[in-house]
């Protein structure tokens, strides 16, 4: 292989110039982060796993993509980082009691999320309404607006907290706590 380019001088960077901060992660990889994140976050549901919070993610798009409420999948990179946003937020692990309960709670943040960051004028709640009481449901969505109006407002106009947003998702799949997996080469 090539050896990697030289580092550029010191102070080549003008004055004031920001500093490019690149991070990247495929969709696949930001869902299982968000998956690895709800099941710590939910630590009393003791059943639960990555793979069903993304299955129910995907039975929503793929029914709204069905039903022709949407020209394009909404699992995107960017969507996923809102989503992340609002149930780092709003899921409080110690009152989820069931996986109904979760379910109920995370779907009313993907609703949210659609709503806000979705290609569509509307959406229907069909697809996000798991539970009898849709009164329960509006209560929770209300409760969301309130609390994180103008985070969700600030994660579209400030690209650094963004890609804050973003770095920390991501590391939720590499085990949660912050912690970096280092990888120690010995010359001998």
């Not at 709640?125 to 609390?147: A, M, N, S, T, Y």
Request: glycine residues 10%.
């Amino acid at each position: 292989g090539k050896p990697p380019p030289p580092p550029p001088p010191a102070g080549s960077r003008g004055p004031g110039s920001p500093r490019r901060v690149v991070v990247q992660a495929s969709t696949g990889e930001l869902l299982r982060c968000l998956g690895d994140f709800v099941c710590r976050r939910c630590y009393r549901l003791k059943e639960l796993s990555p793979g069903e919070l993304i299955s129910w993610f995907r039975s929503v798009d793929r029914s709204l993509l069905l039903q022709g409420w949407q020209d394009q999948g909404f699992i995107t990179p960017a969507n996923l980082v809102f989503v992340y946003l609002l149930c780092r937020e709003a899921l409080r692990g110690e009152d989820i009691g069931s996986q109904a309960e979760l379910q109920a709670s995370f779907l009313t943040c993907l609703y949210l999320a659609y709503s806000y960051m979705g290609n569509e004028i509307s959406y229907p709640l069909k697809p996000f309404l798991v539970e009898g009481d849709k009164g329960r449901f509006w209560e929770r969505c209300l409760g969301i607006i309130q609390r994180l109006s103008a985070k969700m407002l600030r994660i579209n106009a400030d690209p650094h907290y963004f890609t804050q947003l973003f770095q920390d998702l991501k590391s939720e799949g590499e085990g949660g706590d912050g912690s970096k997996h280092w990888t120690i080469t010995l010359d001998r």
